[in-house]
């Protein structure tokens, strides 16, 4: 999966997508597209510190990567996905509210 990058194209995701949520995660997303791409975002309401949104960033971008077939298994589409709780929690965590997030698009 590659990066969804510039603005217009969030707008598109934002104004035209479903929304689904889990415990520390939302999506929007827009399935069909012809390529696969996602984005994440950690509010910086939610954590001040820069450091924090990095590590977060990191490991949900590397928690998409790892279950991108998962992700892929709709055939293609923009995903947003953006952490909603005000703590860091660990990767194993992230993991498995990505993995139910998946489940309830399908």
């Given at each position: 999966?590659?990066?969804?990058?510039?603005?217009?194209?969030?707008?598109?995701?934002?104004?035209?997508?479903?929304?689904?949520?889990?415990?520390?995660?939302?999506?929007?997303?827009l399935l069909?597209?012809?390529?696969?791409?996602?984005?994440?975002?950690?509010?910086?309401?939610?954590?001040?510190l820069?450091?924090?949104?990095n590590?977060?960033?990191?490991?949900l971008?590397?928690?998409?990567?790892?279950?991108?077939?998962?992700?892929?298994s709709?055939?293609?589409?923009?995903?947003?996905?953006?952490?909603?709780?005000d703590?860091?929690?660990?990767f194993l965590?992230?993991?498995?509210?990505?993995k139910?997030?998946?489940?309830n698009?399908?």
């Amino acid at each position: 999966m590659k990066p969804l990058k510039g603005n217009k194209n969030v707008e598109v995701l934002f104004s035209s997508g479903k929304r689904v949520s889990s415990s520390f995660l939302h999506c929007v997303y827009l399935l069909n597209k012809e390529d696969s791409r996602f984005v994440v975002s950690v509010p910086k309401k939610n954590f001040s510190l820069a450091v924090d949104r990095n590590k977060i960033k990191r490991l949900l971008r590397e928690a998409v990567r790892k279950h991108s077939k998962e992700v892929l298994s709709f055939g293609g589409g923009w995903f947003m996905f953006i952490y909603s709780s005000d703590k860091v929690v660990s990767f194993l965590d992230i993991e498995k509210d990505l993995k139910l997030l998946v489940k309830n698009i399908s």
